[in-house]
């Protein structure tokens, strides 16, 4: 009997979690965009102003999903696991960059502005971590619509400032 390739349920979550994020993305009236070949990012969100119009800029996501949650600082944050390659390109993107960790099984995210995180915590040292990093998200990140609305209101402020 000839073993063929499988759809895994890591293949299944993984589709999960970047719909998840369609939803809310699409449920603000602002588009996802999947990218194809992931280096790093599941999706680029485009946000439009309250007339329709099309807003400069963009917000990159990339998303992680699981079927078991591990809880850090006594449940009051999640840990998700991410190449140090991954934070390298995050950190040095000009866009936000957002990293979402879809929880399967109770069809719940959460997420973290990957620059703003690892700009605010003391004493990191890309050169001198090792190929994986942990992200600590804080559990009252509740990826949802406000989120996503907070994350567009982040993305005009940082084109207000940047031009």
């Given at each position: 009997?000839?073993?063929?390739?499988?759809?895994?349920?890591?293949?299944?979550?993984?589709?999960?979690?970047?719909?998840?994020?369609?939803?809310?993305?699409?449920?603000?009236?602002?588009?996802?965009?999947?990218?194809?070949?992931?280096?790093?990012?599941?999706?680029?969100?485009?946000?439009?102003?309250?007339?329709?119009?099309?807003?400069?800029?963009?917000?990159r996501?990339?998303?992680?999903?699981?079927?078991?949650?591990?809880?850090?600082?006594?449940?009051?944050?999640?840990?998700?696991?991410?190449?140090?390659?991954?934070?390298?390109?995050?950190?040095?993107?000009?866009?936000p960059?957002?990293?979402?960790?879809?929880?399967?099984?109770?069809?719940?995210?959460?997420?973290?502005?990957?620059?703003?995180?690892?700009?605010?915590?003391?004493?990191?040292?890309?050169?001198?971590?090792?190929?994986?990093?942990?992200?600590?998200?804080?559990?009252?990140?509740?990826?949802?619509?406000?989120?996503?609305?907070?994350?567009?209101?982040a993305?005009?402020?940082?084109?207000?400032?940047?031009?």
């Amino acid at each position: 009997m000839i073993v063929r390739k499988r759809r895994t349920r890591e293949h299944v979550i993984a589709d999960l979690a970047v719909n998840y994020v369609e939803r809310q993305v699409l449920l603000c009236g602002y588009t996802a965009e999947r990218i194809a070949f992931d280096y790093g990012y599941d999706l680029f969100l485009f946000t439009f102003d309250p007339s329709g119009q099309p807003e400069h800029g963009e917000i990159r996501v990339q998303a992680k999903a699981t079927d078991k949650v591990t809880k850090g600082d006594y449940g009051s944050r999640l840990t998700v696991r991410v190449s140090r390659a991954h934070v390298a390109h995050w950190v040095c993107d000009k866009w936000p960059v957002v990293l979402v960790l879809y929880d399967a099984q109770n069809d719940a995210a959460y997420w973290v502005d990957v620059k703003h995180y690892f700009n605010e915590l003391r004493g990191f040292n890309i050169f001198a971590a090792g190929q994986t990093i942990t992200v600590n998200i804080p559990r009252q990140n509740v990826f949802d619509v406000s989120a996503v609305e907070q994350l567009a209101a982040a993305k005009n402020q940082l084109m207000r400032e940047n031009g």
